[in-house]
């Protein structure tokens, strides 16, 4: 296992397009987590799956974000008819549900909404 | 979480020690604290956690203050390559293991 990837690494879209990102957790990891960065701020944390469950969700995810973890293996990230404020870095990390575990970030995708 | 405080920026040598402090005077009892960084271009990753003791690893040490207000890490001899920002976190044990970011310490390491 050569740990958390996401796809794809890069993407550039129309404002209103909707876009889909992958990430593929380390296999035995039953916690899932999406992020997001923006330039010069720490990650924010969008949402959270325990297995196939989704547990948590921030504020910050507004009605266009939606994300699945159909089989409680890897999970998709969706944003719907995007906005220019939607550009960011959204980062995947994974876990195990033992407590004080360390998470494992993928290198995230970069999306650019023109 | 408890909200952490940390410089914005250091500076060390190259093959010199770093103390990277943080200040988190209000985390609770069972809060751990954290430590992530995050490379030029790479997801963060994971560096030291501890809950009272110091603690110490294969990349840095952790120390922690009697009170728990404070902690440091320490970075025992600098590279270039630990050049990144770093982000402490008090954490809650019972959380569901997100982790809630601030805007960390940018560390610049000299040759």
């Known amino acids: 296992d050569t740990g958390v990837s996401q796809n794809p690494r890069h993407k550039i879209t129309k404002r209103g397009q909707n876009v889909t990102f992958r990430c593929d957790p380390i296999s035995e990891h039953n916690r899932l987590y999406w992020y997001r960065q923006t330039l010069g701020q720490g990650p924010e944390f969008l949402t959270y799956f325990q297995n196939e469950a989704q547990l948590e969700k921030s504020r910050l995810l507004s009605d266009r974000f939606s994300a699945e973890r159909p089989k409680g293996s890897f999970s998709t990230l969706e944003i719907q008819r995007t906005e220019q404020g939607d550009s960011a870095m959204y980062l995947c990390?994974?876990?195990?549900?033992?407590?004080?575990?360390?998470?494992?970030f993928g290198q995230g995708t970069r999306l650019t909404v023109v | 979480d408890a909200k952490t405080t940390q410089p914005n920026s250091m500076e060390s040598n190259e093959e010199e020690p770093v103390h990277l402090p943080c200040n988190h005077s209000t985390i609770s009892g069972t809060d751990y604290i954290h430590w992530y960084r995050q490379l030029p271009s790479q997801g963060p990753e994971y560096v030291i956690h501890g809950l009272t003791s110091n603690v110490n690893n294969r990349m840095a040490s952790l120390a922690i203050a009697e009170d728990r207000k404070s902690s440091t890490l320490i970075l025992h001899r600098a590279t270039l390559r630990d050049a990144a920002v770093y982000y402490c976190i008090a954490q809650q044990a019972s959380n569901t293991g997100k982790l809630i970011f601030g805007q960390g310490t940018t560390l610049q390491v000299k040759p």
């Open positions: 990390a994974s876990s195990l549900s033992t407590e004080n575990t360390e998470a494992f």
